[in-house]
């Protein structure tokens, strides 16, 4: 069974710092694409970083420089580091991964399976 267990949200002034962990179980790290996804109210969800199994990653552009995706296999654990923490950045912060059955290097093979976290609230305060 996949699980993906977000954690870190919180409540912050502007210009802090956050550090979200999502916990990832039932899956293989080296067949997947994880990333982190963000939905404010009224807004429709946008995606806030990504990693590829080959270690690429991709950031949304007003977030560069200021967010950085990583991940720990061995802990089964994925990361976001959040700094300079702006009110926009308010939103419900969620996990993802999409894998396939499996991979060699950054070629994937089989069906696509698209898993996501209940997400972590992330509240920003001027």
């Known amino acids: 069974q996949v699980q993906l267990a977000e954690s870190g949200g919180a409540s912050v002034e502007a210009g802090g710092s956050l550090k979200l962990t999502c916990v990832i179980s039932?899956?293989?790290?080296?067949?997947?694409?994880m990333g982190w996804y963000r939905q404010a109210p009224g807004k429709e969800r946008e995606l806030v970083a990504s990693?590829?199994?080959?270690?690429?990653?991709t950031y949304q552009d007003n977030m560069k420089g200021r967010v950085t995706i990583s991940q720990d296999p061995a802990e089964r654990r994925l990361f976001l580091q959040m700094t300079k923490l702006t009110t926009d950045d308010t939103a419900v912060y969620i996990c993802?991964?999409?894998?396939?059955?499996?991979?060699?290097?950054?070629?994937?093979?089989?069906?696509?399976?698209?898993?996501r976290g209940q997400g972590t609230r992330v509240t920003v305060s001027s």
């Open positions: 990693i590829k199994n080959d270690g690429t990653t």
């Open positions: 993802a991964a999409d894998c396939f059955d499996y991979c060699s290097g950054s070629f994937c093979f089989g069906d696509r399976h698209d898993y």
């Open positions: 039932g899956v293989t790290f080296n067949a997947c694409a």
